[in-house]
């Protein structure tokens, strides 16, 4: 929470906090705060769906529970939608306390978004708000819905713009299963999103976790 504390303390910038509980357990610590709150069904898609539905300014930018912002984000993002660059983006992805498997992970992530211009939702993905809503916001999918609102971008004539700067994000996961397999497993996944495999398919491969947990 505090994140979002500090977040909500930045001049001109708008917090929404979804939780995916329909109770809204997380959210109770969060009353007073000033920040804009909902509750939402289950999937990241229709959350981040959700949140931007409650916001109202003209930049939307989708954060993970576990993720980091650079300092100097705002004015980042400022720039490159606001003077045209770009109509969305993300940022560069680190682990954090990751060592050397991490540190060679989050390169490959880094070169890999700048060569598909597909980033992953944990790399602090960010639109003009009316570009999202043209897109129809992110796609009813159990995972893959970053990669694939990312490619309609593309198909649009808008592909993302990859900051210098970096999140940090955890490194969790790849602990836990281990970082070779779950790295190679994201590389097979990916491959098989861009052939067909449906998203409903992969997400069996893609075993359940915690909602703060996020793949790369």
Known sequence: MDLVAELSRTPGVEVVVVDGDPLGSTLDALHGTGVKTCTAGPGRAAQMNAGAGMASGEILLFLHADTKLPEGWLSAVREVLGRGFARCGAFGLEFCAAGLPGRWIGAWARFRSRLDRRPYGDQAQFFAADFFQELGGYADLPIMEDVEIMGRAVLAGHPPSILPLRVQTSFRRYQAEGWLKRGALNILMRAAF??????????????????TETAE
């Open 194 to 211: 861009a052939l067909g495999v449906p998203a409903t398919r992969l997400s069996g491969w893609y075993r359940p976790h915690t909602p």
